[in-house]
Structure formats: C-alpha cells, structure tokens
C-alpha cells in the first residue's frame, strides 16, 4: 500500500495548500521529509509584528530571506527590519495593528528608510499601506519608476500636495485599485493624461463614522477619468459622504464603456429605486455575476431588473444589510440562480422553503448568510423538509444563520418586523426529534430527522454561525460536529447547555484537540 510519504514533493506541496499553520506546525515535527518540504511554505507569507509580543528576530528573518515571497510589516517595527532585502518579495503589506497608535514604538521607522526599503525590491507586484505615517514623494516616484511589475495597489490614509503626481501615476500601472480612506488635497487635481487602460478592478470605501475628513471630489474625477477602461471587471462604490453617480454610471454604458464589467457593488443608501434599476439594465456586459447592495433599500424595479436580465448569471448576490428584501425574494433567488456561490439575504421562513413549486436549484452555494425563521402557525414536521434541503447543499463552506448578522446593520431602520419574536430552527439532538415530512411532489409522507444530525452531508463546513439567544446547545452537538464536519475551524453562537466546570474542561480540550475556535 502506497504511504504519504511515498508521494513526490511535489504532490506534498499541493497537501501542504490546504493546511492551516497548526497543521502544518504538527506535520514538521512527524518526520524529517515533511519538515524539509513544509518549512518554505511557513516562511513563504510571514507576519512581522510587534503588538503585545515581541516580532520574530530580525536575525533569524535574515536567514530565510530567500523563502519570503509574501510579508506584513507592522508599524511599531524598528528600523533593523528596512534593512534587511528579501530577493522574492512580491506581496508587500504595511498593516497597523488596532490601537498601535497608542503603542510607545508607534512609527520608529522614518519615511525615508521606508523609500529605501522599497528601492531595494523592485519585483513587487502587490503592495498593502495602512500605515498611519505619510510617504513622501520619493517613495511613489520609486513605485511609479522601479516597480515595474505593480499590479494591486491598496491604500489608506493621506497624500501631499507634493506626492499627488507620482501617485497618480503609480496607479496608472496597476490593474487592481482599492482606496480605503484615502485623501488627497482638493487642489491638486488628477493628471489628465493618465488613461487607467490597466485597471480591473476598482474599489472606493469610506466608513460613515469618518465624517470629520471629508472625500472632497476626487473619487468623482478619477470615475471619470477611467471611463477608457475597456478592461474593467468591478466596480466598487461604498462611500458615504458623496452620493453614488448613478447618471454618470448610465451616461458611460451608453457610450459603450466598460464592456467587460461583471461586478458592481454599491453601498449608497440614498440611490433611489429608479436610478439602481436604470444602471443594471444599462451594463453592457449583460452579464453581472457579482452584484451587493450595502446599505439601501432594495425597491421593486431593482428586482425585476436582476431577476429578469441577471437570475441566470449570478454567483454573488449580497443583499444582507439591506431593507425592502422579502423571504420571498430570498426563495425565489435560492431557487432560480443555479450559478451561485455566494448569497447574503435578512431571512426566510420556513413556510416559504417548504411551500416551494420547487426545490432549491443553487447547488454550487459555498456560503449562505440568512436568518430562517419559524412563525408560530408552522406545522411541526416542517423542520425536517428545512434541514433536508440545506442538507442537500454539499459544497457549503460558512453558513451564517443568525438574526443580526451584521452586528445591527440596519441602522436608519429597525431590524424587520416579521423576525423580530421569531423562533428559528432547533439543532439539538434528540432521538425523539423525529419529523414527519410532506413530499409535495408526490403526496407521500416521509420521515426526516429534525435536527443537526441531517447535515452529517455538509462535510465541506468549514465556518457556522447560528442564533445563540435561540439555541441551547451542549456537549452532544460540540461532539457531533467535531466528529462529522471535520474542516470545521470556527462556531459562533456558543454552547449554553456546557455550564459545569468539568463539562468547560471537556470542551476546551475537544477545541483545542480538533482545531476548532468558539465564539459567544
């Protein structure tokens, strides 16, 4: 019988994409073959911070820098850690841990020594600034001249007057935008020679608590300015101090821009119904496979529009933090979108699942984020057809089925009314928790467990999330799921029914044994 071992490197390297560090870390410490094989790939993205601990050692980092080809610098790293060059960087991330900033080594790397890191790797093609220092000119004249591979820029935080120019013409090269909070001097417009004929993906996000910086307007200038973008795949929109250009958006398809768009995200609540539903029947394209509305109200004529022209495309469909979505909306979109990957709606009943024409036709679903509700009129043997359908989604990887989500996403209005008192499914397990189930198609009555046990098919779950308020769960279901969903990695929504301290040991040790992390 052939062995692991047995196996070339090569097929081990291909194991070692789908582990997570602790299993890796438990691989190396086996047997020689796997330490010498599985080390690079630990080395190959590496985290260098400094937040309540200290970073690795710059010495040892030193050793292994022909194994880095991905890595985070916090901003509380001193300056030996810019000196040292690493000959594969291609993936570059500044990332500022939260509160750092009240840290006492916050920023002990001057900007310049941050322009001299960066000449010395000219093969970035993806660099990451959250960093709360400004760069100086320097440093985008060296990304605009020497990375000549730059392909994703993500940024946040503030540009000068000075660095506008080699800013701009940095992400002139770049196909893959993202500008979280980022501000540039009102005076200093976008360089009108830049065409931006690279860019695929465009994303603009300002959080609505930031209302003491404004935008000013140049998100609006550089839409304008990408209209020659024939290449553009996804457009982004989520900031909420300048309104979302829904007439400029339509004025582009008209003159035939942005052929290839196939995402669009919006986050604008003050887009009106008429103007939503003129940009999705205004996309040349006519195929939009990704489609979230953040925050606003999804009315009628947005609807229709997306189920009449874009039903058969969709893959992701994000309508969690919205108003206005139905449970029946929500089952007509399981049911109809047989492409889907990725669906965010507020909830659905139960009565709804169940008086379905037809099953759900969504079989390629990987994640599903929806509250199902139980209104108080249901008959008892409907819990079974429920989990018997979610049952039958095999590639599900998260599943959310909490009432909020999103941590009180709506914030104008009220959760919904209609799910406010609602009971949602039960996931204990119990041996008399049989359901008697409608076959509507035939007639016939079927028995169906009620209860978690159904879902022994979902082998692929990875993440679940459930009403925690609602649920009283203990040791059987922990050990149900650790036996049965064996990728499974993260719970949230707790275990009430675990109160004894002998029972609290238990768990910790079952977590701990199968890599699982709980949350309340």
Same mark, same amino acid.
């Given at each position: 019988?052939?062995?692991?071992? /047995?196996?070339?490197?090569?097929?081990?390297?291909?194991?070692?994409?789908?582990?997570?560090?602790?299993?890796?870390?438990?691989?190396?410490?086996?047997c020689? &073959?796997?330490?010498? $094989?599985?080390?690079?790939?630990?080395?190959?993205?590496?985290?260098?911070?400094?937040?309540?601990?200290?970073?690795?050692?710059?010495?040892?980092?030193?050793?292994?820098?022909?194994l880095?080809?991905?890595?985070s610098?916090?901003?509380?790293?001193?300056?030996?850690?810019?000196?040292?060059?690493?000959?594969?960087?291609? $993936?570059?991330?500044?990332?500022?841990?939260?509160?750092?900033?009240?840290e006492?080594?916050?920023?002990?790397?001057?900007?310049?020594?941050?322009?001299?890191?960066?000449?010395?790797?000219?093969?970035?093609?993806?660099?990451?600034?959250?960093?709360?220092?400004?760069?100086?000119?320097?440093?985008?004249?060296?990304?605009?001249?020497?990375? &000549?591979?730059?392909?994703?820029?993500?940024?946040?935080?503030?540009?000068?007057?000075?660095?506008?120019?080699?800013?701009?013409?940095?992400?002139?090269?770049a196909?893959?935008?993202?500008?979280?909070?980022?501000?540039?001097?009102e005076?200093?417009?976008?360089?009108?020679?830049?065409?931006? %004929?690279?860019? %695929?993906?465009?994303?603009?996000?300002?959080?609505?608590?930031?209302?003491?910086?404004?935008?000013?307007?140049?998100?609006i200038?550089?839409?304008? %300015?990408?209209?020659?973008?024939?290449?553009?795949?996804?457009?982004?929109?989520?900031?909420?101090?300048?309104?979302?250009?829904?007439?400029?958006?339509?004025?582009?398809?008209?003159?035939?821009?942005?052929?290839?768009?196939?995402?669009?995200?919006?986050?604008?609540t003050?887009?009106?119904?008429?103007?939503?539903?003129?940009?999705?029947?205004?996309?040349?394209?006519?195929?939009l496979?990704?489609?979230?509305?953040?925050?606003?109200k999804?009315?009628?004529?947005?609807?229709?529009?997306?189920?009449?022209?874009?039903?058969?495309?969709?893959?992701?469909?994000?309508?969690?933090?919205?108003?206005?979505?139905?449970?029946?909306?929500?089952?007509?979109?399981l !049911?109809?979108?047989?492409?889907?990957?990725?669906f965010d709606?507020?909830?659905?009943? *139960?009565?709804?699942?169940?008086?379905?024409?037809?099953?759900?036709?969504?079989?390629?679903?990987q994640?599903?984020?929806?509250?199902?509700?139980? %209104?108080?009129? /249901?008959?008892?043997?409907?819990?079974?057809?429920?989990?018997?359908?979610?049952?039958?989604?095999?590639?599900?990887?998260?599943?959310?089925?909490?009432?909020?989500?999103?941590?009180?996403?709506?914030?104008?209005?009220s959760?919904?009314?209609?799910? &406010?008192?609602?009971? $949602?499914?039960?996931?204990?397990? /119990?041996?008399?928790?049989?359901?008697?189930? *409608?076959?509507?198609?035939?007639?016939?009555?079927?028995?169906?467990?009620? /209860?978690?046990?159904?879902?022994?098919?979902?082998?692929?779950?990875?993440?679940?999330?459930?009403?925690g308020?609602?649920?009283?769960?203990?040791?059987?279901?922990?050990?149900? !799921?650790?036996?049965?969903?064996?990728?499974?990695?993260?719970?949230?929504?707790?275990?009430?029914?675990?109160?004894?301290?002998?029972?609290?040991?238990?768990?910790?040790?079952?977590?701990?044994?199968?890599?699982?992390?709980?949350f309340?």
């Open positions: 019988m052939t062995m692991i071992l /047995d196996l070339p490197e090569e097929i081990h390297l291909l194991i070692v994409e789908h582990l997570n560090a602790r299993a890796i870390y438990a691989c190396i410490r086996t020689r &073959t796997f330490y010498r $094989t599985f080390v690079p790939r630990l080395w190959s993205d590496l985290s260098v911070k400094q937040y309540k601990r200290e970073p690795i050692n710059a010495d040892l980092v030193r050793a292994n820098t022909h880095v080809e991905a890595i610098y916090s901003s509380t790293l001193t300056d030996d850690y810019y000196t040292i060059v690493y000959p594969r960087l291609h $993936t570059l991330r500044f990332d500022t841990v939260y509160a750092e900033g009240n006492p080594t916050n920023l002990q790397v001057t900007p310049l020594q941050k322009v001299e890191f960066a000449h010395h790797h000219p093969s970035i093609r993806k660099l990451i600034y959250h960093h709360k220092d400004t760069l100086p000119k320097e440093f985008w004249e060296v990304v605009e001249t020497e990375w &000549t591979e730059l392909e994703s820029l993500e940024m946040s935080g503030n540009v000068e007057d000075d660095a506008v120019d080699p800013f701009w013409r940095a992400c002139d090269r196909k893959t935008l993202y500008f979280s909070h980022l501000y540039l001097p005076s200093v417009p976008i360089l009108s020679t830049l065409s931006f %004929q690279h860019l %695929q993906d465009l994303r603009i996000k300002k959080y609505p608590w930031q209302k003491w910086t404004p935008h000013r307007m140049w998100p200038q550089l839409l304008e %300015q990408v209209r020659g973008s024939e290449r553009l795949r996804r457009l982004a929109w989520d900031v909420n101090d300048i309104a979302f250009p829904a007439r400029m958006i339509m004025d582009a398809f008209a003159e035939d821009c942005w052929p290839d768009l196939q995402q669009l995200i919006i986050g604008d003050t887009c009106s119904d008429q103007d939503l539903a003129g940009v999705l029947e205004a996309v040349t394209s006519r195929r496979a990704v489609f979230e509305y953040a925050n606003g999804l009315g009628p004529l947005t609807y229709k529009c997306l189920q009449e022209r874009y039903f058969r495309h969709l893959k992701d469909l994000n309508l969690g933090k919205c108003t206005g979505v139905t449970s029946a909306m929500a089952q007509e979109i !049911m109809e979108c047989t492409h889907l990957v990725d709606a507020p909830h659905i009943f *139960v009565r709804d699942i169940v008086k379905a024409s037809k099953p759900w036709g969504c079989s390629k679903i994640t599903l984020v929806i509250y199902i509700a139980k %209104q108080p009129d /249901d008959e008892a043997g409907w819990d079974g057809l429920v989990f018997q359908q979610i049952s039958k989604l095999r590639r599900l990887q998260s599943m959310d089925l909490q009432r909020d989500p999103h941590c009180s996403y709506f914030e104008e209005e959760r919904p009314e209609e799910i &406010t008192d609602l009971a $949602t499914l039960d996931f204990r397990l /119990d041996a008399r928790s049989k359901a008697v189930a *409608v076959d509507h198609s035939g007639g016939n009555e079927r028995g169906g467990v009620a /209860d978690i046990r159904c879902w022994s098919s979902l082998v692929q779950l990875k993440e679940l999330s459930f009403d308020d609602r649920q009283t769960l203990g040791m059987d279901e922990l050990v149900w !799921m650790t036996e049965h969903w064996r990728d499974l990695w993260c719970v949230c929504g707790g275990f009430k029914g675990i109160v004894s301290p002998e029972d609290c040991i238990i768990r910790d040790r079952l977590c701990l044994q199968s890599g699982l992390w709980i309340d």
